[in-house]
């Protein structure tokens, strides 16, 4: 059974980093994508950004040049560092992974961040 444990959200002041990640467990993913979306209240889940097992990183919108995503293949893990964060990235955030087509996601971790 797959599995994906997010960490790392918390409450942080406008300008400040936080740093999630997120493990994948419970099966051999071979090629795949893993990924941040989030979720702010009364909103749609936007993506946030995309990074291939080859290691290629993709981001979206406002989130490019503060937020960078990476990975560990051997840990299967993924990270997302967010820098300069701002009141409106408040939002839960969610890891996902899409191996063969099929796609598992997080149970969400909460970020808010004061003005």
């Known amino acids: 059974q797959v599995q994906l444990v997010e960490s790392g959200g918390g409450l942080v002041q406008a300008g400040g980093s936080l740093r999630l990640s997120c493990a994948a467990s419970g099966s051999n993913f071979g090629v795949n994508v893993m990924g941040w979306y989030r979720q702010a209240p009364g909103k749609q889940r936007e993506l946030v950004a995309t990074?291939?097992?080859?290691?290629?990183?993709s981001y979206v919108g406002s989130m490019k040049g503060r937020f960078t995503i990476s990975r560990v293949n051997a840990k299967n893990t993924s990270y997302l560092q967010m820098n300069n964060l701002l009141p409106e990235d408040t939002a839960v955030y969610y890891c996902?992974?899409?191996?063969?087509?099929?796609?598992?996601w997080g149970q969400g971790t909460q970020v808010t961040v004061s003005s």
């Open positions: 996902y992974l899409n191996t063969g087509g099929r796609i598992y």
């Open positions: 990074i291939t097992s080859g290691g290629s990183p």
